[in-house]
């Protein structure tokens, strides 16, 4: 295989999706929260190793292991769902997929990407405003003492941008049905 030979079969081979690789600042703005998310669920990983060495070992658990558990986890579930909505990563059933053709098909899914981000709004404002009522309280985590509404905020601000993504989708696939591809 020549440098000169770029196939697609090529791009199938790299271990990341080439369409998200922008030539610009949107590139790492893109990715930044799959590092996120990436850096959680690597820090869950050896805080749980940990926990189960010092449980056996020296009958010595770490005490805040379930609430740094559930900590990242909202991270790493909330950071993914804005690049997992973009490039319509999410699971389907496509079982009723050839009743439709390319047009319907296309419309169904515009309409499913406008709703669903219309509908995300909601849960953004009402999880901001529940953050926003657990820092009026005062309301701390049990053993780290961290403020809660931090978790909270976190929530509804990856919440609006996949839903504002989900909204960007719909939009996108409207103006340029053809060019997009995800």
């Known amino acids: 295989m020549t440098p000169d030979d770029t196939t697609s079969d090529s791009a199938a081979l790299l271990p990341?999706?080439?369409?998200?690789?922008?030539?610009?600042?949107?590139?790492?703005?893109?990715?930044?929260?799959t590092w996120l998310g990436a850096a959680s669920?690597?820090?869950?990983?050896?805080?749980?190793?940990?926990d189960v060495i010092l449980r056996s070992l020296f009958n010595n658990p770490i005490e805040a292991a379930t609430e740094l558990t559930r900590l990242a986890m909202a991270?790493?579930?909330?950071?993914?769902?804005?690049?997992?909505?973009?490039k319509g990563a999410h699971i389907v059933v496509d079982l009723m997929d050839?009743?439709?053709?390319?047009?319907?098909?296309?419309l169904r899914d515009i309409l499913i990407d406008l709703l669903c981000g219309a509908i995300l709004l909601w849960p953004a404002k009402r999880v901001w405003e529940l953050a926003e009522r657990a820092r009026s309280?005062?309301?701390m985590t049990e053993y780290l003492h961290l403020p809660q509404h931090y978790a909270g905020w976190f929530i509804a601000g990856f919440t609006l941008?996949?839903?504002?993504t989900l909204l960007a989708r719909g939009v996108a696939r409207i103006i340029a049905p053809s060019k997009v591809h995800f």
Do not use: E, K, N
Request: glycine share 4%.
């Open 137 to 139: 309280y005062g309301d």
């Open 98 to 106: 050839p009743l439709f053709s390319r047009r319907l098909a296309l």
């Open 161 to 164: 941008l996949t839903a504002l």
């Open 75 to 86: 991270i790493i579930v909330f950071s993914s769902l804005p690049i997992v909505s973009w």
């Open 41 to 50: 669920l690597f820090g869950l990983m050896t805080m749980t190793f940990a």
């Open 16 to 33: 990341w999706d080439m369409r998200l690789r922008q030539p610009s600042l949107w590139r790492y703005i893109a990715v930044l929260p």
